[in-house]
């Protein structure tokens, strides 16, 4: 049984930076094409972060590049996302997903893509 479990969320002020966790458990990361998605209420969900651990390669949506870095532990097999100076634009669920299929890109982003997902951890931010 495939798991992913976030955390690190919290309420913070503007300005201010998070490091959301995602733990996998029931499988390990391997050759993985893994995400982070966030969802804001009343929005539809939005691929923020991509990492596809064959090559490394990692694709980041416009409105948090710079702010925002995808990163992985393959020996605790946890997958995080480092969130900088944070805006209150940034409210929101925050999820992680994960797939076995390769992708890149673009690809990376688009949740219908990722067959396992977290629970989610909520990030909060005031101004």
């Known amino acids: 049984q495939v798991q992913l479990v976030e955390s690190g969320g919290g309420s913070v002020q503007a300005g201010g930076s998070l490091r959301l966790s995602c733990k996998a458990s029931?499988?390990?990361?391997?050759?993985?094409?893994l995400g982070w998605f966030r969802q804001a209420p009343g929005k539809g969900r939005e691929g923020v972060a991509g990492?596809?651990?064959?090559?490394?390669?990692?694709v980041y949506a416009n409105s948090v590049k710079g702010r925002f870095t995808i990163s992985q532990d393959n020996a605790k097999n946890t997958l995080y996302l480092q969130i900088a100076n944070l805006k209150p634009e940034d409210t929101a669920m925050y999820y992680c997903?994960?797939?076995?299929?390769?992708?890149?890109?673009?690809?990376?982003?688009?949740?219908?893509?990722?067959?396992?997902w977290g629970q989610g951890t909520q990030v909060t931010v005031s101004s």
């Open positions: 029931g499988y390990t990361y391997g050759r993985y094409s």
């Open positions: 997903a994960a797939d076995p299929r390769y992708y890149v890109d673009d690809r990376l982003l688009r949740d219908e893509a990722y067959r396992y």
């Open positions: 990492l596809q651990t064959a090559d490394g390669h990692r």
